[in-house]
């Protein structure tokens, strides 16, 4: 019909057209969608030709009516444009209406004319649309599974089992915000037969509402079900629809299952007492532990029962309903009963029976006994052993004879006992810095330590693991700055049977510390040995029951000689007493203690030196010092090899009478034993001479480099500073390429510098130097790999 008129007013344009003066000719804008967030029609003008003779130009209006869908962006505008030929114009006149074709978007072209007096009028078609549609967050990418924990009351779907579930979808529009329609599809297996053959929408009269919030730009929606409501166990299906009113939606769509997860509930018996049989053994079902058991959906008569002794397994028992239980087992006994429904959901409860042997079935047990040495074979006495029974009441001690062995009395349970030992007196017993040099070198990787024992030992603080904090706690205590490890009792215990799966990384599981649940039998005397271990005494050399302080090493002939000076007391004068060390070359490390009479000297303060001073202890109620100090890079050909002597640390006295030093100052080995390790590592003794002070070597002399091969990612550079000092290092390869560079400035004594080398750094050699301002020294680094 539209067709036909626009035909027909065509017609009698062109028909005018001849029998009346064309005044303009106008092609009017194209109708058009614009897309957008908010799309926006902006203006395109009609083309206008000018053919008549006036001297004003054709007037245009344009009017806007905008239609927008329901609070969104999208919409149409009907845009209508008017045309004047002001030379012909009564105000009394109407628009000729050209009407909008329907078969097209191309704007009409037409004539203003004597006849339409040049006055006509236009609607322009524009639709606004925004083409992006709605974003879901979190639409499950696979099935979503909701536990029910209720209890069914199996009216809502007859006899089927139901549980709650939450259904809701958050969704967003970039263009439209939370100004969402939402709704839903819902297939369900209403029957539980597996096939999902009950479909519901959320425009059906009788369906759930959705209920929706909004925070910020986001709108949650969630079915709104009735209080008590569920679904039948089984499988279902949701499909989530989110429209944004401009014709785009976005579909969220997931399975969700409805499943039992309550495990039924079990009451035990509280106890049982039953006489084991003459044969020495006595069964017993799990029905005889079962007061009741009841499940939210399995009836009672399809739940299965099953039994276990505590401990001895994790599940359902499937297929066992009896526990049977002997000789080695009188006294209280725990079990676990157990009751799983048709899903699979499995709950127990745990309760007793004490086995009793009232008519002497049983042969008397025999008590534990044993012995403890130590790792080369020393017997330890008065290590203090518990002997507790985990089958009832009671607790019993005894202690390790000199031979190091141990028995319990007649009468004690041997069977299913906690045996545990323990010894936390003298901790510095067999500790000296001889074991911390051990220590270090394992760490370092110049001399490992042969057994699994040292190596626990060598773990002074207790955290698995060797490193500096182990070594600093076995210096303070055997210079007495401490009377034990903090973290760690004097001796431990481990079970000789225990194998270390790797000896030379016993750290790398758990072994058995101090105790171990015994179960031997109450027919066969099991001895049970343990292992002993001193903590701190890295090379073994502990004598049990000799109660010195410290180690017992062999010592050799000769003496390592400590000088102080030749010097006077005045009185009121301040006295600086540098202690130097005996020649380096065949040292590697060294302890003593100096006593100065009070009655002389009053000790002002300690100056380090080569002995840091965390490895120095001060007594000064007690009018005494101690020092240690080791070097592991001395083990290594490429260690310490000038045979010099360094300053230990000066000690600096107020004066309070006259006297000659040598008189007031003695090493008596009070505190810590005077003795020095030589490279081979045997222990020599230690004094204190007085003579007239030498001059101090360079620095050059003590420069030192460990492990040297390395064969992991960490070097460390040892050297001895007389004064304080400007020294840097530079790490480079053979082609002069630096691999790392340090400089700082040091106090006089003895430090430590570590470099961590590159990682990826390939096998080969390496130049590290070290400058000051007495020269240059230069060391060869062989990196293995």
């Given at each position: 019909m539209r067709t036909l008129l626009l035909a027909f007013v065509l017609q009698i344009s062109l028909s005018a057209a001849l029998h009346s003066q064309v005044y303009y000719t106008v092609k009017f804008p194209d109708d058009r969608t614009v897309y957008g967030c908010p799309a926006k029609a902006d203006t395109i003008w009609p083309e206008i030709t000018k053919l008549g003779n006036c001297s004003f130009n054709v007037g245009v209006s344009i009017k806007d009516e905008v239609f927008y869908t329901s609070g969104t962006n999208c919409g149409k505008v009907l845009r209508t444009w008017k045309l004047n030929w002001w030379c012909d114009y009564n105000p009394n006149w109407f628009p000729t209406i050209i009407p909008n074709p329907g078969n097209t978007d191309i704007g009409v072209t037409v004539q203003g004319n004597s006849t339409n007096h040049g006055f006509i009028q236009y609607t322009q078609i524009i639709k606004l649309l925004d083409p992006v549609p709605p974003v879901i967050f979190g639409c499950p990418a696979g099935p979503v599974t909701f536990c029910d924990l209720t209890n069914n009351d199996l009216t809502q779907y007859g006899a089927l089992c139901e549980g709650p579930v939450k259904l809701e979808v958050r969704a967003s529009d970039a263009c439209s915000k939370s100004n969402l329609m939402m709704s839903y599809r819902l297939f369900l297996d209403l029957d539980a037969n597996g096939s999902m053959e009950t479909y519901l929408s959320s425009s059906s009269p009788t369906a759930w509402p959705i209920e929706t919030t909004v925070q910020g730009d986001t709108l949650t929606g969630k079915i709104k079900f009735p209080a008590g409501h569920g679904f039948p166990y089984g499988k279902h299906k949701i499909e989530w629809i989110v429209n944004d009113n401009c014709g785009n939606e976005t579909l969220c769509k997931y399975e969700f299952i409805v499943k039992d997860c309550k495990p039924p509930t079990v009451v035990c018996i509280n106890g049982l007492s039953i006489n084991i049989m003459q044969t020495g053994m006595i069964t017993l079902w799990d029905t005889d532990f079962l007061k009741q058991t009841y499940d939210n959906c399995t009836p009672t008569n399809q739940l299965k029962i099953g039994i276990r002794k505590i401990g001895t397994g994790t599940g359902f028992p499937t297929d066992i309903h009896s526990v049977t239980f002997d000789c080695t087992e009188l006294g209280l006994q725990e079990v676990e009963v157990w009751s799983q429904d048709a899903f699979g959901n499995?709950?127990?409860?745990?309760?007793?029976?004490?086995?009793?042997?009232?008519?002497?079935?049983?042969?008397?047990?025999?008590?534990?006994?044993?012995?403890?040495?130590?790792?080369?074979?020393?017997?330890?006495?008065?290590?203090?052993?518990?002997?507790?029974?985990?089958?009832?009441?009671?607790?019993?001690?005894?202690?390790?004879?000199?031979?190091?062995?141990?028995?319990?009395?007649?009468?004690?349970?041997?069977?299913?006992?906690?045996?545990?030992?323990?010894?936390?007196?003298?901790?510095?017993?067999?500790?000296?810095?001889?074991?911390?040099?051990?220590?270090?070198?394992?760490?370092?990787?110049?001399?490992?330590?042969?057994?699994?024992?040292?190596?626990?030992?060598?773990?002074?603080?207790?955290?698995?693991?060797?490193?500096?904090?182990?070594?600093?706690?076995?210096?303070?205590?055997?210079?007495?700055?401490?009377?034990?490890?903090?973290?760690?009792?004097?001796?431990?215990?481990?079970?000789?049977?225990?194998?270390?799966?790797?000896?030379?990384?016993?750290?790398?599981?758990?072994?058995?510390?101090?105790?171990?649940?015994?179960?031997?039998?109450?027919?066969?005397?099991?001895?049970?040995?343990?292992?002993?271990?001193?903590?701190?005494?890295?090379?073994?050399?502990?004598?049990?029951?000799?109660?010195?302080?410290?180690?017992?090493?062999?010592?050799?002939?000769?003496?390592?000689?400590?000088?102080?000076p030749k010097a006077k007391c005045l009185t009121g004068v301040e006295l600086r007493v540098p202690i130097q060390t005996p020649a380096l070359a065949n040292i590697a490390g060294f302890q003593f203690t100096l006593d100065y009479d009070p009655a002389y000297l009053v000790l002002d303060h300690v100056e380090p030196g080569l002995v840091p001073t965390s490895w120095t202890g001060v007594f000064p109620n007690e009018h005494s010092i101690t020092g240690s100090w080791y070097s592991p890079g001395v083990l290594n050909p490429n260690g310490i090899g000038k045979n010099e002597r360094k300053t230990a640390f000066t000690l600096v006295f107020r004066v309070l009478q006259d006297a000659s030093l040598s008189k007031v100052l003695k090493m008596t080995g009070a505190k810590t034993q005077n003795e020095a390790y030589t490279r081979k590592l045997s222990t020599v003794g230690a004094v204190l001479e007085f003579a007239k002070p030498q001059s101090s070597p360079s620095d050059m002399d003590s420069y030192a480099v460990y492990p040297n091969p390395v064969h992991d990612q960490q070097v460390v550079a040892s050297f001895f500073l007389d004064e304080m000092d400007d020294v840097s290092f530079t790490l480079a390869d053979p082609s002069g390429n630096v691999v790392r560079a340090t400089n700082a400035t040091f106090a006089p004594g003895f430090h430590e510098v570590k470099f961590e080398l590159p990682a990826g750094t390939t096998a080969g050699m390496l130049f590290l130097q070290m400058q000051t301002t007495h020269g240059t020294a230069v060391k060869k680094v062989v990196v293995q790999r």
């Open positions: 499995a709950g127990y409860c745990v309760t007793y029976v004490i086995i009793q042997d009232n008519s002497g079935s049983c042969p008397p047990p025999t008590p534990p006994s044993g012995n403890i040495k130590t790792a080369s074979s020393k017997p330890l006495v008065g290590a203090k052993l518990t002997l507790k029974s985990t089958n009832g009441p009671g607790q019993w001690t005894t202690l390790t004879d000199p031979n190091g062995a141990y028995a319990f009395a007649a009468g004690m349970p041997a069977c299913k006992v906690l045996l545990s030992v323990a010894l936390d007196t003298l901790a510095k017993q067999g500790v000296n810095t001889l074991d911390a040099l051990l220590a270090a070198a394992h760490i370092a990787g110049f001399q490992p330590l042969a057994s699994p024992y040292q190596i626990i030992a060598a773990d002074a603080n207790h955290d698995g693991l060797l490193d500096g904090d182990d070594l600093l706690d076995i210096i303070q205590l055997v210079t007495a700055q401490t009377g034990k490890f903090p973290e760690h009792a004097a001796w431990m215990f481990i079970p000789q049977d225990f194998v270390f799966p790797d000896p030379q990384h016993p750290f790398s599981m758990v072994f058995p510390e101090n105790m171990e649940l015994k179960s031997p039998g109450c027919y066969q005397n099991a001895p049970e040995h343990f292992v002993a271990v001193k903590v701190g005494d890295v090379n073994e050399s502990v004598v049990p029951g000799q109660f010195n302080s410290e180690g017992n090493e062999d010592r050799l002939g000769e003496t390592a000689v400590f000088t102080a």
